[in-house]
C-alpha cells in the first residue's frame, strides 16, 4: 500500500504570501495525484487533479506539479479564504488513499 | 446541480450495528462510481470504501474490512453502508462522495457527511 507523506504539518504565514506545500509517495504514483482543501465544519472540495489540472471554479493561484514519487500544491499569494487544511491523494486499482493534511494558518 | 446527502448517524453502542444511506440526485447516479470517505473527530480524511458505476466490483479499507459494506441501489439513486459489529476507533464523519474514473481519477463532489458515534 503506498503512503503518501505531507509537509510541513503546518504553515503558518499572511495574507499576500506564498504557500508551498509537499506531498511524498511512498513509491512512485506517476501523476496520480489529488488536492482537496478542507475548511472548518465543511467537506473537502477538490482543487487539483492529475497532479497538475485545475479543478472547476479554482482561481489559477492555486497550481499543482510533480510525478513519480515528489509533488507540491503552490497557492501564489495566499487570500484570506484559502486559510485551511489540505490533503493530497492517490487512487489505486482498489483503495484510494490520503495524506494526514497540511494545516494553512495566519 | 449534483446533491449528496447522507443519512443515519447517531450515537450507537460498541459491537452494534448501524446503516448509513446517501441519496443522490442532479447526475446519472447509475454510471458513477461511489465512495465512503470518514474523519475522526480532529483528524485526517480516511477512505472507507467505493463500489463500481454498477455494482459489480467493492473495495473496503483493511480497517474496515469483513465489518462494513457498501452498496447501492441505482434504482433509488442510493447508496449505502452497513456498519456492523462498530468500534469506538468507528467515531467519524462519514462522507459519501463521487468519483470521476478513467485517466484523471479524482472524487468531485462531497456530501456533507453524518456522524457516526461510537460510545457506551
Known amino acids: 500500500e503506498i503512503v503518501l507523506t505531507q509537509s510541513p504539518g503546518t504553515l503558518s504565514l499572511s495574507p499576500g504570501e506564498r504557500a508551498t506545500l509537499s506531498c511524498r509517495a511512498s513509491?512512485?504514483?506517476?501523476?496520480?495525484l489529488v488536492w482537496y482543501q478542507q475548511k472548518p465544519g465543511q467537506a473537502p472540495r477538490l482543487l487539483m487533479y492529475g497532479a497538475s489540472d485545475r479543478a472547476t471554479g479554482i482561481p489559477d493561484r492555486f497550481s499543482g506539479s510533480g510525478s513519480g514519487t515528489d509533488f507540491t500544491l503552490t497557492i501564489s499569494r495566499l487570500e484570506p479564504e484559502d486559510f485551511a487544511v489540505y490533503y493530497c491523494q492517490h487512487y489505486g486499482s482498489s483503495s484510494w488513499t490520503f495524506g494526514q493534511g497540511t494545516k494553512v494558518e495566519i | 446541480q449534483v446533491q449528496l446527502v447522507e443519512s443515519g448517524g447517531g450515537v450507537v453502542q460498541p459491537g452494534r450495528s448501524l446503516r448509513l444511506s446517501c441519496a443522490a440526485s442532479?447526475?446519472?447516479?447509475?454510471?458513477?462510481?461511489m465512495h465512503w470517505v470518514r474523519q475522526a473527530p480532529g483528524k485526517g480524511l480516511e477512505w472507507v470504501a467505493l463500489?463500481?458505476?454498477?455494482?459489480?466490483?467493492?473495495y473496503h479499507a483493511d480497517a474496515v474490512k469483513g465489518r462494513f459494506t457498501i452498496s447501492r441501489d441505482n434504482s433509488r439513486n442510493t447508496l449505502y453502508l452497513q456498519m456492523n459489529n462498530l468500534r469506538a476507533e468507528d467515531t467519524a464523519v462519514y462522507y459519501c462522495a463521487r468519483a470521476i474514473v478513467g485517466a484523471k481519477p479524482r472524487i468531485d463532489y462531497w456530501g456533507q457527511g453524518t456522524l457516526v458515534t461510537v460510545s457506551s
Open positions: 463500489m463500481s458505476f454498477d455494482g459489480t466490483n467493492t
Open positions: 513509491r512512485s504514483v506517476s501523476t496520480y
Open positions: 442532479g447526475f446519472p447516479f447509475g454510471t458513477f462510481v
